[in-house]
Protein backbone atom coordinates (compact mmCIF):
# COMPACT_ATOMS: atom_id res chain seq x y z
CA UNK A 1 0.00 0.00 0.00
CA UNK A 2 0.99 3.90 -0.29
CA UNK A 3 1.89 5.87 2.44
CA UNK A 4 3.22 9.21 2.69
CA UNK A 5 3.35 11.44 6.44
CA UNK A 6 1.74 14.22 4.94
CA UNK A 7 -0.94 14.48 1.64
CA UNK A 8 -1.38 17.37 -0.20
CA UNK A 9 -4.05 17.65 -2.33
CA UNK A 10 -3.63 20.55 -4.90
CA UNK A 11 -0.36 21.50 -6.52
CA UNK A 12 -0.99 25.17 -6.95
CA UNK A 13 0.70 27.61 -5.42
CA UNK A 14 -0.16 27.14 -2.22
CA UNK A 15 0.02 23.32 -2.45
CA UNK A 16 3.86 23.58 -3.42
CA UNK A 17 4.16 25.84 -0.77
CA UNK A 18 3.62 23.87 1.64
CA UNK A 19 5.52 21.19 0.04
CA UNK A 20 8.69 23.52 -0.11
CA UNK A 21 8.34 24.65 3.53
CA UNK A 22 7.66 20.93 4.92
CA UNK A 23 10.46 19.55 2.98
CA UNK A 24 12.95 22.37 4.44
CA UNK A 25 11.97 21.56 7.49
CA UNK A 26 13.07 17.86 7.16
CA UNK A 27 9.48 16.41 6.47
CA UNK A 28 10.34 15.08 2.83
CA UNK A 29 7.96 12.07 3.03
CA UNK A 30 5.25 14.65 1.12
CA UNK A 31 2.93 13.33 -1.48
CA UNK A 32 1.11 15.76 -3.73
CA UNK A 33 -1.54 15.03 -5.75
CA UNK A 34 -3.14 16.89 -8.35
CA UNK A 35 -6.17 15.78 -10.76
CA UNK A 36 -5.05 17.72 -13.85
CA UNK A 37 -2.08 16.70 -16.07
CA UNK A 38 0.21 19.71 -15.37
CA UNK A 39 0.48 22.42 -13.18
CA UNK A 40 -1.07 25.44 -12.69
CA UNK A 41 -4.88 24.90 -13.99
CA UNK A 42 -6.37 26.13 -11.33
CA UNK A 43 -6.48 30.26 -9.65
CA UNK A 44 -3.12 30.29 -9.99
CA UNK A 45 -2.53 29.91 -13.62
CA UNK A 46 -4.96 32.90 -13.82
CA UNK A 47 -3.60 35.74 -11.40
CA UNK A 48 -2.24 39.04 -12.14
CA UNK A 49 0.52 38.28 -9.96
CA UNK A 50 0.56 41.28 -7.39
CA UNK A 51 2.56 41.53 -4.54
CA UNK A 52 1.62 44.22 -2.04
CA UNK A 53 2.04 44.94 2.01
CA UNK A 54 -0.69 47.54 1.88
CA UNK A 55 -3.57 45.91 3.32
CA UNK A 56 -5.18 47.37 6.22
CA UNK A 57 -5.22 43.67 8.92
CA UNK A 58 -2.32 42.88 10.90
CA UNK A 59 -1.77 39.84 10.25
CA UNK A 60 -2.02 40.59 6.43
CA UNK A 61 0.82 43.08 6.77
CA UNK A 62 2.52 40.46 8.54
CA UNK A 63 2.01 37.91 5.65
CA UNK A 64 2.59 40.07 3.33
CA UNK A 65 6.36 41.38 4.95
CA UNK A 66 7.26 38.13 5.69
CA UNK A 67 6.40 37.15 1.80
CA UNK A 68 7.77 39.97 -0.16
CA UNK A 69 11.23 39.66 1.71
CA UNK A 70 10.90 35.72 0.68
CA UNK A 71 9.88 36.82 -2.70
CA UNK A 72 12.83 39.85 -2.88
CA UNK A 73 15.36 36.55 -2.89
CA UNK A 74 13.63 33.30 -3.83
CA UNK A 75 15.70 32.98 -6.76
CA UNK A 76 18.89 32.66 -4.64
CA UNK A 77 16.93 30.94 -1.89
CA UNK A 78 14.70 28.54 -3.94
CA UNK A 79 17.15 28.20 -7.30
CA UNK A 80 14.42 29.34 -9.46
CA UNK A 81 13.14 32.57 -10.55
CA UNK A 82 10.44 34.83 -9.27
CA UNK A 83 10.50 37.07 -11.41
CA UNK A 84 9.81 39.87 -8.57
CA UNK A 85 9.47 43.35 -9.92
CA UNK A 86 9.80 45.98 -7.37
CA UNK A 87 7.74 47.96 -9.28
CA UNK A 88 5.24 49.42 -6.36
CA UNK A 89 1.87 49.97 -6.05
CA UNK A 90 -0.28 53.04 -5.97
CA UNK A 91 -3.15 53.76 -4.41
CA UNK A 92 -5.00 56.78 -5.26
CA UNK A 93 -7.54 58.77 -2.96
CA UNK A 94 -10.66 60.69 -4.59
CA UNK A 95 -12.08 61.46 -1.10
CA UNK A 96 -11.31 62.23 2.65
CA UNK A 97 -12.92 58.98 3.53
CA UNK A 98 -9.89 57.41 1.13
CA UNK A 99 -7.37 59.46 2.59
CA UNK A 100 -8.27 58.77 6.63
CA UNK A 101 -7.94 55.09 5.36
CA UNK A 102 -4.65 55.24 3.87
CA UNK A 103 -3.51 57.27 6.71
CA UNK A 104 -4.48 54.50 9.15
CA UNK A 105 -3.01 51.94 7.40
CA UNK A 106 0.17 53.40 6.46
CA UNK A 107 0.18 53.75 10.75
CA UNK A 108 -0.50 50.26 11.11
CA UNK A 109 1.96 49.05 8.50
CA UNK A 110 5.43 51.17 9.77
CA UNK A 111 4.20 49.18 13.32
CA UNK A 112 4.40 46.49 11.83
CA UNK A 113 7.69 47.25 10.49
CA UNK A 114 6.26 48.30 7.05
CA UNK A 115 7.66 51.59 7.16
CA UNK A 116 9.09 51.92 3.06
CA UNK A 117 5.20 53.39 2.78
CA UNK A 118 5.45 57.26 1.39
CA UNK A 119 2.45 59.41 1.13
CA UNK A 120 2.20 61.27 -2.34
CA UNK A 121 0.42 64.35 -3.66
CA UNK A 122 -1.28 64.67 -7.21
CA UNK A 123 2.11 66.00 -8.38
CA UNK A 124 3.80 63.08 -7.72
CA UNK A 125 1.76 60.72 -9.23
CA UNK A 126 1.26 62.66 -11.97
CA UNK A 127 5.05 62.00 -12.17
CA UNK A 128 4.49 58.43 -11.91
CA UNK A 129 1.72 58.12 -14.79
CA UNK A 130 1.79 61.38 -16.42
CA UNK A 131 -1.19 60.24 -18.42
CA UNK A 132 -3.88 59.93 -15.10
CA UNK A 133 -6.50 62.07 -14.87
CA UNK A 134 -5.73 63.54 -11.51
CA UNK A 135 -8.13 66.59 -11.32
CA UNK A 136 -10.20 64.91 -8.49
CA UNK A 137 -7.07 62.50 -6.75
CA UNK A 138 -6.35 64.02 -2.91
CA UNK A 139 -3.47 62.16 -2.31
CA UNK A 140 -2.47 58.63 -2.14
CA UNK A 141 0.29 56.19 -0.99
CA UNK A 142 3.10 54.58 -2.39
CA UNK A 143 4.99 51.50 -1.38
CA UNK A 144 8.10 50.80 -4.01
CA UNK A 145 8.54 47.29 -2.64
CA UNK A 146 4.99 46.24 -3.88
CA UNK A 147 4.58 44.79 -7.34
CA UNK A 148 4.52 41.81 -9.08
CA UNK A 149 5.95 37.95 -9.43
CA UNK A 150 5.48 35.90 -12.05
CA UNK A 151 2.65 33.62 -10.43
CA UNK A 152 3.43 30.46 -12.82
CA UNK A 153 7.53 30.56 -11.63
CA UNK A 154 7.13 30.71 -8.55
CA UNK A 155 4.46 27.78 -8.21
CA UNK A 156 7.01 25.81 -9.94
CA UNK A 157 10.28 26.87 -8.17
CA UNK A 158 8.51 25.67 -4.86
CA UNK A 159 7.95 22.22 -6.47
CA UNK A 160 11.16 21.89 -8.24
CA UNK A 161 12.63 22.71 -4.90
CA UNK A 162 10.52 20.03 -2.88
CA UNK A 163 11.17 17.58 -5.41
CA UNK A 164 14.56 18.15 -5.10
CA UNK A 165 14.65 16.78 -1.50
CA UNK A 166 12.43 14.30 -1.89
CA UNK A 167 9.09 15.45 -2.18
CA UNK A 168 6.59 13.26 -4.54
CA UNK A 169 3.61 14.80 -7.29
CA UNK A 170 1.57 12.85 -8.94
CA UNK A 171 -0.49 14.60 -11.43
CA UNK A 172 -3.63 13.19 -13.14
CA UNK A 173 -4.43 12.05 -9.57
CA UNK A 174 -7.98 13.33 -8.63
CA UNK A 175 -8.83 12.75 -4.51
CA UNK A 176 -12.51 11.38 -4.60
CA UNK A 177 -12.57 10.46 -1.13
CA UNK A 178 -10.66 10.71 2.29
CA UNK A 179 -11.01 8.11 5.04
CA UNK A 180 -11.46 8.39 8.51
CA UNK A 181 -11.36 6.09 11.71
CA UNK A 182 -12.58 6.84 15.26
CA UNK A 183 -10.41 5.53 17.96
CA UNK A 184 -9.08 2.10 17.48
CA UNK A 185 -12.17 0.99 14.99
CA UNK A 186 -11.22 0.47 11.77
CA UNK A 187 -11.51 2.92 8.75
CA UNK A 188 -15.12 4.22 7.89
CA UNK A 189 -17.24 5.05 4.87
CA UNK A 190 -18.42 8.72 4.70
CA UNK A 191 -21.64 8.45 5.74
CA UNK A 192 -20.78 6.56 8.46
CA UNK A 193 -18.68 8.83 10.15
CA UNK A 194 -20.65 11.40 10.14
CA UNK A 195 -22.85 9.63 12.50
CA UNK A 196 -20.10 9.19 14.89
CA UNK A 197 -19.17 11.98 17.40
CA UNK A 198 -17.08 13.93 15.23
CA UNK A 199 -14.43 15.03 18.00
CA UNK A 200 -12.69 11.11 17.63
CA UNK A 201 -12.78 11.46 13.45
CA UNK A 202 -8.96 11.53 12.50
CA UNK A 203 -7.71 11.09 8.71
CA UNK A 204 -6.60 7.50 8.03
CA UNK A 205 -5.78 7.86 4.41
CA UNK A 206 -7.21 9.54 0.55
CA UNK A 207 -8.72 7.56 -2.29
CA UNK A 208 -7.75 8.70 -5.04
CA UNK A 209 -7.89 7.71 -9.14
CA UNK A 210 -4.94 5.55 -8.82
CA UNK A 211 -5.68 3.82 -5.22
CA UNK A 212 -5.79 4.45 -1.90
CA UNK A 213 -3.32 5.72 0.08
CA UNK A 214 -2.26 6.11 3.91
CA UNK A 215 -1.80 9.29 5.88
CA UNK A 216 -2.19 10.62 9.18
CA UNK A 217 -2.01 14.10 7.45
CA UNK A 218 -3.84 15.64 4.63
CA UNK A 219 -3.35 19.27 4.00
CA UNK A 220 -6.34 20.82 1.66
CA UNK A 221 -5.05 23.14 -0.95
CA UNK A 222 -7.41 22.69 -3.53
CA UNK A 223 -8.07 26.26 -3.67
CA UNK A 224 -12.09 27.32 -4.90
CA UNK A 225 -12.77 23.81 -4.70
CA UNK A 226 -11.42 23.57 -1.32
CA UNK A 227 -15.14 23.06 0.56
CA UNK A 228 -15.69 20.40 -1.75
CA UNK A 229 -12.37 18.27 -0.71
CA UNK A 230 -13.27 19.19 2.96
CA UNK A 231 -16.85 17.58 2.59
CA UNK A 232 -15.10 14.56 1.94
CA UNK A 233 -13.45 14.54 5.34
CA UNK A 234 -17.03 15.62 6.52
CA UNK A 235 -15.78 19.17 7.31
CA UNK A 236 -17.70 22.00 6.81
CA UNK A 237 -15.35 25.31 5.09
CA UNK A 238 -16.64 28.66 4.08
CA UNK A 239 -14.88 28.74 0.76
CA UNK A 240 -16.83 29.87 -2.39
CA UNK A 241 -15.18 30.85 -5.55
CA UNK A 242 -16.06 33.89 -7.18
CA UNK A 243 -15.17 34.38 -10.83
CA UNK A 244 -12.65 37.10 -11.38
CA UNK A 245 -12.10 38.64 -14.63
CA UNK A 246 -8.58 40.57 -16.36
CA UNK A 247 -8.40 42.11 -19.88
CA UNK A 248 -5.27 43.03 -21.34
CA UNK A 249 -4.76 45.61 -24.35
CA UNK A 250 -2.90 44.59 -27.16
CA UNK A 251 0.59 46.47 -27.42
CA UNK A 252 0.17 50.34 -25.86
CA UNK A 253 3.11 52.46 -25.85
CA UNK A 254 0.83 55.91 -24.80
CA UNK A 255 1.97 54.79 -21.02
CA UNK A 256 5.64 54.54 -19.18
CA UNK A 257 7.50 51.57 -20.06
CA UNK A 258 7.32 50.46 -16.25
CA UNK A 259 5.12 51.79 -13.81
CA UNK A 260 3.37 50.61 -10.36
CA UNK A 261 0.32 49.07 -10.42
CA UNK A 262 -2.11 52.05 -10.40
CA UNK A 263 -5.45 52.01 -8.12
CA UNK A 264 -8.24 54.22 -8.78
CA UNK A 265 -9.71 54.07 -4.96
CA UNK A 266 -12.64 56.08 -6.75
CA UNK A 267 -14.01 53.00 -8.32
CA UNK A 268 -11.62 50.04 -7.41
CA UNK A 269 -9.90 49.41 -11.15
CA UNK A 270 -6.59 48.90 -11.13
CA UNK A 271 -4.03 48.58 -13.86
CA UNK A 272 -0.35 47.51 -14.51
CA UNK A 273 1.80 46.92 -17.74
CA UNK A 274 2.23 43.26 -18.49
CA UNK A 275 4.74 43.41 -21.55
CA UNK A 276 4.06 45.42 -24.18
CA UNK A 277 0.47 45.84 -23.51
CA UNK A 278 -1.57 47.05 -20.51
CA UNK A 279 -3.52 44.47 -17.69
CA UNK A 280 -6.85 45.87 -17.01
CA UNK A 281 -8.35 44.60 -13.53
CA UNK A 282 -12.13 45.37 -11.81
CA UNK A 283 -13.56 43.96 -9.35
CA UNK A 284 -17.38 43.70 -10.96
CA UNK A 285 -19.92 43.62 -7.74
CA UNK A 286 -22.85 42.20 -9.59
CA UNK A 287 -20.39 38.76 -9.72
CA UNK A 288 -21.86 35.94 -7.60
CA UNK A 289 -20.65 33.13 -6.06
CA UNK A 290 -20.16 29.45 -8.69
CA UNK A 291 -17.64 27.84 -10.78
CA UNK A 292 -17.78 30.35 -13.56
CA UNK A 293 -14.77 30.82 -15.46
CA UNK A 294 -16.18 31.29 -19.20
CA UNK A 295 -14.56 35.01 -19.98
CA UNK A 296 -18.18 37.64 -20.25
CA UNK A 297 -17.57 39.81 -23.42
CA UNK A 298 -20.15 41.95 -21.83
CA UNK A 299 -17.21 42.71 -19.57
CA UNK A 300 -14.70 45.01 -21.57
CA UNK A 301 -16.51 47.55 -21.88
CA UNK A 302 -17.65 47.91 -17.88
CA UNK A 303 -14.01 48.08 -17.71
CA UNK A 304 -12.90 50.13 -20.10
CA UNK A 305 -15.52 52.77 -19.12
CA UNK A 306 -13.69 52.53 -15.72
CA UNK A 307 -10.37 52.57 -17.57
CA UNK A 308 -10.65 55.59 -19.82
CA UNK A 309 -12.18 57.48 -16.97
CA UNK A 310 -9.09 57.11 -14.93
CA UNK A 311 -6.52 57.34 -17.98
CA UNK A 312 -7.73 59.06 -20.68
CA UNK A 313 -5.59 57.74 -23.36
CA UNK A 314 -6.47 53.82 -22.79
CA UNK A 315 -9.91 55.04 -24.86
CA UNK A 316 -7.44 54.09 -27.87
CA UNK A 317 -5.85 51.15 -26.11
CA UNK A 318 -7.16 47.68 -28.16
CA UNK A 319 -8.55 45.22 -26.72
CA UNK A 320 -8.96 41.67 -28.24
CA UNK A 321 -11.65 39.89 -25.89
CA UNK A 322 -10.83 36.30 -26.85
CA UNK A 323 -7.42 37.76 -25.18
CA UNK A 324 -8.96 38.07 -21.82
CA UNK A 325 -9.97 35.35 -19.02
CA UNK A 326 -11.57 34.59 -16.07
CA UNK A 327 -10.46 32.74 -13.01
CA UNK A 328 -11.86 31.75 -9.74
CA UNK A 329 -10.93 33.57 -6.45
CA UNK A 330 -11.79 31.82 -3.44
CA UNK A 331 -13.22 33.76 -1.10
CA UNK A 332 -14.16 33.57 2.74
CA UNK A 333 -17.17 35.38 4.52
CA UNK A 334 -14.20 38.06 6.24
CA UNK A 335 -11.94 37.86 3.20
CA UNK A 336 -8.99 36.56 5.35
CA UNK A 337 -7.28 33.13 4.68
CA UNK A 338 -8.06 30.23 6.94
CA UNK A 339 -4.56 28.37 7.61
CA UNK A 340 -4.75 25.66 10.55
CA UNK A 341 -5.65 22.32 11.68
CA UNK A 342 -9.58 21.48 11.02
CA UNK A 343 -11.40 21.44 14.76
CA UNK A 344 -13.30 18.12 13.86
CA UNK A 345 -11.13 15.92 12.08
CA UNK A 346 -7.58 15.26 13.52
CA UNK A 347 -4.97 15.17 11.46
CA UNK A 348 -6.76 17.49 8.49
CA UNK A 349 -5.33 20.83 8.07
CA UNK A 350 -6.74 23.54 5.97
CA UNK A 351 -4.22 26.52 3.98
CA UNK A 352 -7.50 28.11 1.99
CA UNK A 353 -9.85 30.84 0.97
CA UNK A 354 -6.94 33.50 -0.02
CA UNK A 355 -9.90 35.93 -1.35
CA UNK A 356 -7.52 37.31 -3.81
CA UNK A 357 -4.12 37.08 -2.34
CA UNK A 358 -3.21 33.29 -2.45
CA UNK A 359 -0.59 34.41 -4.76
CA UNK A 360 1.01 37.30 -2.72
CA UNK A 361 0.91 35.45 0.67
CA UNK A 362 1.80 31.73 -0.48
CA UNK A 363 5.30 31.90 1.03
CA UNK A 364 3.88 33.04 4.18
CA UNK A 365 1.01 30.61 4.24
CA UNK A 366 3.45 27.58 3.26
CA UNK A 367 5.22 28.36 6.09
CA UNK A 368 2.97 28.92 8.56
CA UNK A 369 0.73 25.67 7.43
CA UNK A 370 4.01 23.72 7.99
CA UNK A 371 5.01 25.08 11.15
CA UNK A 372 1.26 24.02 12.35
CA UNK A 373 1.73 20.62 11.21
CA UNK A 374 5.29 19.75 12.65
CA UNK A 375 5.19 21.81 15.57
CA UNK A 376 1.72 22.65 16.45
CA UNK A 377 2.30 26.61 16.47
CA UNK A 378 4.20 29.00 14.37
CA UNK A 379 6.24 32.11 15.12
CA UNK A 380 5.63 33.94 12.29
CA UNK A 381 2.29 35.17 12.71
CA UNK A 382 -0.78 34.42 15.77
CA UNK A 383 -1.93 31.43 13.71
CA UNK A 384 -5.34 31.32 15.89
CA UNK A 385 -6.69 34.51 14.02
CA UNK A 386 -6.86 32.69 10.75
CA UNK A 387 -8.48 29.35 12.14
CA UNK A 388 -11.80 27.67 10.85
CA UNK A 389 -13.25 28.52 14.39
CA UNK A 390 -13.43 32.37 14.05
CA UNK A 391 -16.41 31.81 11.98
CA UNK A 392 -18.18 30.28 15.02
CA UNK A 393 -16.83 32.31 17.36
CA UNK A 394 -17.87 35.28 15.75
CA UNK A 395 -14.15 36.26 15.63
CA UNK A 396 -14.55 38.06 12.11
CA UNK A 397 -11.55 39.89 10.62
CA UNK A 398 -11.79 42.91 8.38
CA UNK A 399 -9.94 43.48 5.45
CA UNK A 400 -11.03 46.86 3.75
CA UNK A 401 -8.29 46.54 1.12
CA UNK A 402 -9.73 44.15 -1.28
CA UNK A 403 -8.75 44.47 -5.02
C1 LIG B 1 -8.14 36.63 -12.25
C2 LIG B 1 -7.40 36.44 -10.95
C3 LIG B 1 -6.46 37.38 -10.54
C4 LIG B 1 -5.78 37.20 -9.34
N1 LIG B 1 -4.82 38.12 -8.99
C5 LIG B 1 -4.09 37.91 -7.85
C6 LIG B 1 -3.04 38.81 -7.51
O1 LIG B 1 -2.79 39.80 -8.21
N2 LIG B 1 -2.32 38.54 -6.38
C7 LIG B 1 -2.58 37.46 -5.58
O2 LIG B 1 -1.92 37.28 -4.58
N3 LIG B 1 -3.59 36.60 -5.89
C8 LIG B 1 -4.33 36.80 -6.99
N4 LIG B 1 -5.34 35.93 -7.32
C9 LIG B 1 -5.66 34.83 -6.38
C10 LIG B 1 -4.67 33.69 -6.50
O3 LIG B 1 -4.51 33.35 -7.86
C11 LIG B 1 -5.17 32.49 -5.70
O4 LIG B 1 -5.46 32.91 -4.37
C12 LIG B 1 -4.10 31.38 -5.64
O5 LIG B 1 -3.66 31.06 -6.93
C13 LIG B 1 -4.65 30.16 -4.94
O6 LIG B 1 -3.71 29.13 -5.09
P1 LIG B 1 -4.07 27.65 -4.68
O7 LIG B 1 -2.83 26.84 -4.87
O8 LIG B 1 -4.71 27.67 -3.34
O9 LIG B 1 -5.23 27.22 -5.67
P2 LIG B 1 -5.17 26.67 -7.18
O10 LIG B 1 -4.12 27.33 -7.97
O11 LIG B 1 -6.56 26.75 -7.70
O12 LIG B 1 -4.74 25.17 -6.99
C14 LIG B 1 -5.63 24.19 -6.47
C15 LIG B 1 -5.32 22.89 -7.17
O13 LIG B 1 -6.06 21.86 -6.54
C16 LIG B 1 -6.40 20.93 -7.53
N5 LIG B 1 -7.51 20.12 -7.02
C17 LIG B 1 -8.74 20.55 -6.63
N6 LIG B 1 -9.50 19.53 -6.24
C18 LIG B 1 -8.74 18.41 -6.37
C19 LIG B 1 -8.98 17.01 -6.14
N7 LIG B 1 -10.16 16.55 -5.68
N8 LIG B 1 -7.97 16.14 -6.39
C20 LIG B 1 -6.77 16.58 -6.85
N9 LIG B 1 -6.50 17.87 -7.11
C21 LIG B 1 -7.48 18.78 -6.86
C22 LIG B 1 -6.77 21.78 -8.71
O14 LIG B 1 -6.71 21.08 -9.93
C23 LIG B 1 -5.73 22.90 -8.63
O15 LIG B 1 -4.62 22.65 -9.43
C24 LIG B 1 -6.04 36.07 -8.52
C25 LIG B 1 -6.97 35.12 -8.92
C26 LIG B 1 -7.65 35.29 -10.13
C27 LIG B 1 -8.65 34.26 -10.56
Not at 79 to 85: C, F, M, S, V
Request: hydrophobic residues 40%.
Amino acid sequence: METADVVIIGSGIVGSSVAYHLAQAGCTNVLVLEREAHQGKGSTGKSMGGVRAQFSTPVNIQMSKYSIDFFSKFDEVVGHPADYRAHGYLFCATNEKHLAYLNANRERQGALGVTNVEWVTPEDIVKMVPQLRVDDILGGTFCPTDGFVDPHSVMMGFMLNARERGVRLWLDTQVTGIDLECGDLPPLSKAATSRRTPKDARISGVNTSRGFISTRVVVNAAGPWAAEVAKMASAELPVEPLRRQLVPTEPFDQLPRRFPMVIDMSTGFHFRREGKGILLAWNDPTETPGFKTDFDAGFVEKILTRAASRVPVLAEGEVNPRRAWAGLYEMTPDHHAIIGPSPTVKGLYFVNGFSGHGVMHSPASGRVASDLILHGHSDLIDASQLSVQRFSQGTLLHEAAIL
